[in-house]
């Protein structure tokens, strides 16, 4: 058997040598002077060998309760060695799969669908929000009480719309996680925005019934604001796009004589192209807009001007 005074006095030499204890433990002496401890036994009919750690890390008797342990598991059956590498390897794909790795697999997928616009916002809110809270989790790991965590925090700010988008990307990428055997279930589908985020009370936007279209239109012709803002609402009223779609327009979109306007795919919501007829009322404002802003883009000019006052606009023409 082995001694503490025993291992301190043995000396590196030109070939590694060994110093046996018992029941296959011996330290294995290196020519550049480290001591490892190692576990010889009998696996499959096979001899292997186990390692258990680096002297003085690991005292004698820490050596001696190591290869305890070791021999308990080769009685069950289980080969140290190959058990260790499984979970090596499984540490590793744990890694790999960490959740940011696999949410920027399901945006690279889930964004050819998308506009640009979108996905980089959505992108931004698991940078910001997301990926700080949970990215270096394994994905299979997260629990529910994380994704909570994560909720409220966000939500600790004022942004319970954000915090409740935060919740809904991820349970998104949970279940990308499970359709490529990432993981085997979805935490997020055992929350709901209402258990963890308080209420607040919901306000419908105004709405202008068909009975008031035309006074609207006359309020309009006669709003006393700039002339880009009355002719953007105008538009607006005439066309019933969104306002993201008249914002983002551009000249080249528009054919005057034959009364269309062609908004690309790129630029719709279900990105497939959207043709827009246009009544004589809406070329003639679609023309004066082009005199007045001097052929810029609608986009600049809409943006500069009719976003700002579009609030205020809408409420005076419906006092």
């Excluded at 060695?81 to 920027?104: C, H, I, M, P, T």
């Amino acid at each position: 058997m082995l001694t503490d005074t025993a291992i301190k006095k043995a000396q590196p030499r030109a070939k590694a040598y060994r110093l046996t204890d018992e029941r296959g433990l011996h330290l294995l002496v290196q020519p550049n002077g480290s001591k490892l401890w190692q576990l010889r036994y009998r696996h499959g009919g096979k001899e292997r060998t186990a390692s258990l750690g680096q002297y003085p890390d690991i005292s004698l008797k820490e050596a001696r309760d190591r290869r305890d342990a070791v021999r308990k598991t080769i009685a069950l059956g289980i080969d140290p060695v190959a058990d260790r590498r499984a979970k090596q390897a499984a540490s590793e794909a744990n890694a790999a799969n960490n959740f940011e790795s696999v949410a920027l697999e399901w945006w690279k997928q889930w964004r050819g669908a998308r506009s640009n616009h979108h996905a980089e916002a959505v992108m931004t809110r698991m940078k910001q929000d997301v990926f700080p809270a949970i990215g270096t989790r394994p994905v299979s790991d997260i629990e529910a009480t994380e994704l909570v965590k994560m909720v409220k925090g966000v939500a600790g700010r004022g942004a319970l719309d954000l915090a409740r988008r935060c919740l809904q990307i991820s349970g998104q990428v949970f279940r990308y996680a499970i359709a490529h055997g990432k993981a085997a279930r979805n935490p997020a589908a055992d929350i709901r925005p209402s258990d963890v985020l308080p209420s607040r009370k919901r306000e419908n936007y105004a709405r202008v019934d068909a009975r008031e279209l035309p006074a609207l239109l006359r309020k309009i012709e006669a709003y006393a604001g700039t002339p880009v803002t009355r002719l953007a609402i105008k538009l607006m009223a005439l066309t019933f796009v969104r306002t993201s779609e008249l914002i983002g327009a551009r000249w080249d979109e528009f054919d005057l004589e034959a009364g269309r306007w062609n908004i690309p795919a790129e630029r719709m919501k279900m990105k497939t192209p959207h043709i827009v007829p246009l009544s004589a009322q809406a070329v003639d404002a679609l023309r004066t807009l082009h005199t007045v802003t001097g052929h810029r883009d609608i986009a600049r000019s809409a943006h500069a001007l009719f976003v700002p006052s579009l609030n205020g606009v809408t409420t005076h023409l419906r006092s």
